[in-house]
């Protein structure tokens, strides 16, 4: 089945966007790409698209403003910069989105949230409410709640888990992950130049899993890894995702008209 039939009833997406995507090589927050992306988004919101965004960001942001080239160690300070960045990010988001006539939203989560039924159903109840009001969730983890030695209480790992998370939890069409890579390869593409790209998946292999690294960069948390669990669990779920370069989120417009762009997850052939 061509691309563009498997994504024809895609009418609720999820993007997620990697902090390598918002903050610059050079720590400077990337302006042109949030106006950009803010710009995407309320057009497909226009178009007819219900849209939640999941930003990561915060501590990369929170860094610039704090002028450290390297991420804390210590859970305290790492909160502490989440906090501070997690608020200049929701403000610059506020501020693009008002500039396109489209209001958004902030909602920020964490693991035992979304795992305790009467939380969990709340959400669910914002989210559709705030679709209903043609709003633009910005959802982003709490860090400055969240801490490592509860993992499994607390913490969603990173944002790629974040997206596939809401993404179930908003019965959504269509996950769509932006990332710093044009999408899923058979090797690493930046070390072997004849790097195969995978154009549709159905199944995450153990072949698939040797061949995803798990560093992110030095502002993010996610990996290759991490994009794959996500997109199992978007499987799990019988819906779709699509990983794709974030360099320019006007690629979104390309993608939902149906180009063989990025790497399609979908149980559907």
């Given at each position: 089945?061509?691309?563009?039939?498997?994504?024809?009833?895609?009418?609720?997406?999820?993007?997620?966007?990697g902090?390598?995507?918002?903050?610059?090589?050079?720590?400077?927050?990337?302006?042109?790409?949030?106006?950009?992306?803010?710009?995407?988004?309320?057009?497909?919101?226009?178009?007819?698209?219900?849209?939640?965004?999941?930003?990561?960001?915060?501590?990369?942001?929170?860094?610039?403003?704090?002028?450290?080239?390297?991420?804390?160690?210590?859970?305290?300070?790492?909160?502490?910069?989440?906090?501070?960045?997690?608020?200049e990010?929701?403000?610059i988001?506020?501020?693009?989105?008002?500039?396109?006539?489209?209001?958004s939203?902030?909602?920020l989560?964490?693991?035992?949230?979304?795992?305790?039924?009467?939380?969990?159903?709340?959400?669910?109840?914002?989210?559709?409410?705030?679709?209903?009001?043609?709003?633009?969730p910005?959802?982003?983890?709490?860090d400055?709640?969240?801490?490592?030695?509860?993992?499994?209480?607390?913490?969603?790992?990173?944002?790629?888990?974040?997206?596939?998370?809401?993404?179930?939890?908003?019965?959504?069409?269509?996950?769509?992950?932006?990332?710093?890579?044009?999408?899923?390869?058979?090797?690493?593409?930046?070390?072997?130049?004849?790097?195969?790209?995978?154009?549709?998946?159905?199944?995450?292999?153990?072949?698939?899993?040797?061949?995803?690294?798990?560093?992110?960069?030095?502002?993010?948390?996610g990996?290759?890894?991490?994009?794959?669990?996500?997109?199992?669990?978007?499987?799990?779920?019988?819906?779709?995702?699509?990983?794709?370069?974030?360099?320019?989120?006007?690629?979104?417009?390309?993608?939902?008209?149906?180009?063989?762009?990025?790497?399609?997850?979908?149980?559907?052939?």
């Amino acid at each position: 089945m061509e691309r563009k039939e498997l994504l024809k009833n895609s009418k609720r997406l999820v993007i997620k966007v990697g902090t390598s995507s918002l903050v610059l090589p050079n720590s400077e927050i990337n302006l042109r790409a949030i106006d950009q992306l803010a710009f995407t988004l309320s057009s497909l919101r226009q178009a007819g698209y219900e849209v939640i965004l999941v930003s990561s960001g915060a501590i990369g942001v929170g860094m610039k403003l704090l002028g450290l080239d390297k991420r804390p160690e210590t859970i305290a300070k790492q909160q502490a910069i989440a906090a501070i960045g997690q608020a200049e990010l929701i403000k610059i988001y506020t501020q693009r989105f008002a500039s396109y006539h489209q209001q958004s939203a902030q909602v920020l989560l964490t693991r035992d949230v979304t795992d305790f039924p009467t939380s969990r159903q709340n959400v669910i109840n914002t989210f559709e409410e705030l679709l209903t009001m043609g709003v633009i969730p910005i959802v982003n983890e709490n860090d400055s709640v969240s801490v490592d030695e509860l993992d499994h209480l607390t913490k969603f790992g990173d944002n790629d888990q974040l997206s596939a998370i809401v993404s179930n939890l908003a019965q959504a069409d269509l996950l769509l992950m932006l990332s710093d890579i044009d999408g899923f390869y058979n090797d690493n593409p930046h070390t072997n130049p004849e790097a195969t790209l995978y154009s549709h998946i159905t199944e995450i292999t153990t072949t698939m899993e040797k061949a995803a690294g798990d560093k992110g960069s030095v502002f993010g948390t996610g990996g290759m890894m991490s994009k794959l669990k996500a997109a199992k669990r978007v499987l799990d779920s019988q819906s779709q995702m699509i990983l794709a370069s974030g360099k320019d989120p006007a690629i979104l417009f390309d993608i939902l008209e149906g180009k063989e762009i990025g790497t399609l997850f979908s149980n559907e052939c």
